[in-house]
């Protein structure tokens, strides 16, 4: 540097340091510290003796320091500027760069720049893909002339700063909204023999975070099963909070009992209340513990598309009823589907049927075409599933988030049952219904139905309290009919705490009452009831 404070750095040793901003050695680095090194890597090439990065804060409107070398009491303080006062609210407001000669109380917003000594400040604005996202800003102790070269110089570490740091702040922003999202989806989907239900959650491609989408699927004590699939408008954490509020508000909803009519109204009065304002579409449906109805309440979600042996279709009115958030509350509708053998229903969000300049009559009947091609074919309801959303959107991640649930009943009643299931006591009672609904659809006598049910409820009883320990682990449940005779199988994986002998107690004793055959094969590998039975003379 020279007399005059014009900095003296040969061009080739500028293009250097510049080249060092985006070194890959800051390719790990956590946000803060990508601030810091950047901070220091722009001092060095400038030649300046305080550098500092403000980012937007876009609720608010105001700059907010976020790092700063030289005068660190700009962080420590908390210093927010806001957009459009002083000098950092000027350079975010008019997307420019600005230089001060005259550092005081008239030029700058921040005392501290001044009462530190500073005497000129050069910044320029953070732009990503034409948004500001912040401020950085560097200043001498000495008068100093910056040349039009340091202005654009600046600009260019700043450039790629700017592009470093969104990438950063999404990224974190974008794992740390996915996993508060898919924390309110279900682990497991609830299992009935003879339903099939599979679901599908595909994020956005964009960079505008995740969305609102959720669905929802859990059993009633009564045994029928409630199934949600919603829609909260926005995205990032905003739209994922409603939609987490929302989630566990219709869980305690339904468990009041009632209608699908009686919790979506239960759900439009606590979101009159509580929210505020957001728009939530929401379809919640009920299906009848014995498969044959399903019956469900639409505000302003899109239509369910039914497929079954006369073809694909969609509710007509199912989108009539008005979504949650609007002014004036709404008058909703039910509507019943029969659920004959292999009929399917799927539930979805907009983003599987919305495009960009086409129209919504256009995306529906897409859907339609798909739905009636791909599950009305005999593969897994996993593999169709998956080939519908293909069909729809393609082999790319979609413009918008999109959720999926099908659900359908097989087509041919099961002569083989298998599910495993969480040893703990409240799945017992999932136990005793799977078993009475797979042998109710066999035709199954109800003397051998009852008897065989509280066999293996004993069984898995017994698979609760001896085999785990407090880490828990799965009960295994196979059935089979062959000829004239009913099988059923109880396992695990554990280690038997307790009694040792065979005889473990009233529960085999009870078991051996009511089977025709109980046999126990125990080791190290875990334990095997299998009882059976006759169900015909």
């Not at 890597?41 to 320091?65: H, Y």
């Not at 065989?452 to 009919?481: D, L, Q, R």
Request: aromatic share 4%; glycine share 10%.
């Amino acid at each position: 540097m020279d007399s005059t404070g014009v900095s003296t750095l040969d061009p080739l040793e500028v293009l250097r340091r510049v080249q060092r901003v985006s070194d890959t050695a800051l390719a790990h680095l956590t946000v803060q510290d990508l601030l810091e090194e950047l901070l220091l890597r722009v001092r060095e090439i400038l030649e300046v003796d305080t550098a500092a990065i403000l980012l937007l804060d876009e609720d608010e409107n105001e700059l907010v320091a976020r790092a700063a070398k030289g005068i660190e009491e700009e962080v420590e303080r908390g210093v927010r500027i806001p957009v459009g006062k002083g000098f950092a609210g000027r350079i975010a407001a008019q997307r420019s760069p600005v230089i001060l000669d005259r550092v005081d109380h008239t030029t700058v917003l921040n005392p501290i720049l001044y009462q530190k000594g500073i005497r000129s400040l050069l910044g320029v604005p953070l732009i990503v893909h034409g948004k500001v996202v912040g401020v950085m800003h560097v200043g001498t102790k000495t008068h100093r002339a910056f040349r039009e070269d340091e202005v654009d110089l600046l600009q260019v570490v700043a450039d790629r700063a700017a592009l470093a740091i969104n990438a950063r702040l999404y990224d974190r922003t974008r794992i740390v909204t996915e996993a508060f999202q898919r924390t309110f989806l279900p682990d497991v989907l609830p299992y009935l023999p003879g339903l099939v239900m599979t679901t599908r959650y595909l994020p956005a491609a964009s960079a505008i975070g995740v969305g609102g989408d959720w669905y929802d699927a859990f059993t009633l004590p009564s045994g029928d099963m409630i199934l949600v699939i919603g829609d909260v408008a926005g995205h990032g954490l905003p739209a994922a909070s409603v939609m987490g509020k929302m989630r566990n508000a219709l869980r305690a909803h339904a468990l009041l009992g009632g209608s699908p009519l009686e919790i979506v109204a239960r759900a439009e009065g606590f979101h009159r209340h509580f929210g505020q304002g957001e728009l939530v579409t929401l379809l919640v449906g009920e299906l009848s513990a014995d498969l044959r109805t399903f019956r469900f309440v639409s505000a302003g979600h899109p239509p369910p598309l039914v497929v079954d042996a006369d073809g694909a279709r969609f509710l007509a009115n199912g989108r009539s009823n008005a979504a949650l958030g609007l002014s004036q509350p709404s008058a909703f509708q039910e509507q019943t589907v029969p659920m004959g053998h292999g009929t399917f229903v799927l539930l979805y969000t907009d983003g599987l049927v919305e495009r960009r300049g086409e129209s919504l009559t256009d995306g529906l009947e897409r859907l339609r075409v798909a739905g009636d091609g791909v599950l009305r074919a005999t593969t897994p309801p996993v593999d169709a599933l998956a080939a519908l959303v293909r069909r729809v959107i393609g082999d790319e991640r979609p413009t918008d988030d999109v959720a999926v649930m099908l659900i359908g009943r097989e087509a041919e009643v099961a002569r083989e049952l298998e599910f495993a299931i969480e040893a703990r006591a409240r799945s017992l009672v999932t136990v005793r219904r799977a078993l009475t609904r797979w042998m109710s659809d066999l035709e199954v006598p109800g003397d051998v139905m009852r008897d065989m049910t509280m066999a293996a409820s004993e069984a898995a009883a017994n698979v609760v309290e001896h085999a785990y320990g407090p880490s828990g682990g799965m009960i295994s449940v196979v059935g089979k009919v062959e000829d004239d005779r009913i099988e059923v199988t109880i396992g695990d994986t554990g280690a038997w705490r307790g009694a040792s002998r065979q005889d473990r107690g009233n529960g085999l004793r009870l078991m051996r009452a009511v089977m025709d055959g109980v046999v126990i094969d125990s080791s190290p590998a875990g334990t095997i009831v299998t009882m059976a039975a006759k169900v015909r003379a």
